[in-house]
């Protein structure tokens, strides 16, 4: 007589069941994790369209007559027309405005560049007590709003006599970007190894030698970011030329463009094609040393 033997698994250990229940578990982690992906690329999609369309409009614009944006301000234009461009190099006024901007320009980023690191260096490595008062003050400098000095800073360069309107940007632009500027110096000649600047000075190299020498090629990086991010804040600054510019002839390229805006009509193609124009140079600086300045920040966040 057979007998037979019926096994019954317990679904609590066999080991069947645990690897559909794995294998379930697995997919449903699987399901979470590409949704998070769709999810996260979708928000990323939609701020890279929100932050694109103003710029697609503005470019789009410019290439536009005047007859075809007032007929339809949103519609692509239908042909590359360059006219706008040329109306814009042919008025002498913003001519006049960019020089303007490049004189103002091109002596306070290398006055603010050269004061930074000098300041930054003997703050980190030479004036240790005195130092940190210094760096609290520059530290301060970034803490109060424009709109609170920038009355008080007119009486002043008023009362010392700078009656240039030039002049008067060129000082308070480089007293205005002083503070970021020194600070960043600072951080960077602070993690510099105190060995390298001792070694130095045991091999007979003057404290001058050892900056000049050792510590000005290693300070390329953050040289090239003070300089870019001075540049780029200083060209398109609206606020304080409005408070110290008297004449109209010492205006800037970002005040002077506030002309072209009409009371009544206003040529938006034409000041499409000024914008893009005065956005040119910062684009171009930006795109050269974009490596040194993604490499400077990289340093800054691996040493933080």
Known sequence: ???????????????????????????????????????????????????????????????????????????????????????????????????????????????????????????????????????????????????????PLLLTVKQIGINNGLVRLIFVYSVLMMGFAVLLSWAFFRSIPEELREAARLEGCSEFGVFRRIMMPLARSPITLIAVITFITLWNELFLAVVLLDSGNDRTLPLGLTELKGRYVTNWPKVAAALLLSALPTLVLYGLFQGKIAKQFSRSTTRE
């Not at 080991?15 to 769709?38: C, H, N, Q, W």
């Not at 007859?67 to 692509?76: C, D």
């Not at 260096?121 to 008062?133: K, M, P, Q, T």
Request: charged share 15%; no cysteine.
């Open 1 to 151: 007589m057979e007998h037979r033997v019926e096994l019954i698994s317990d679904p609590l250990t066999d080991p069947l069941t645990d690897r559909r229940a794995d294998r379930r578990s697995a997919s449903a982690g699987k399901g979470i994790a590409v949704a998070r992906e769709i999810a996260r690329y979708t928000v990323l999609t939609l701020m890279s369209v929100a932050a694109l369309y103003p710029v697609l409009w503005l470019v789009s614009t410019a290439f536009k007559s005047q007859a075809e944006y007032a007929q339809n301000p949103m519609a692509p234009p239908h042909s590359i027309n360059f006219s706008n461009f040329g109306a814009v190099l042919a008025d002498d006024k913003i001519i006049g405005y960019l020089v303007n901007s490049l004189i103002v320009v091109g002596v306070a980023v290398p006055l603010v560049t050269s004061t930074a690191v000098l300041a930054g260096y003997s703050i980190a490595r030479l004036w240790r007590r005195g130092g940190a008062v210094l760096l609290l003050i520059f530290l301060f400098s970034e803490l109060v709003p424009l709109a609170i000095v920038s009355i």
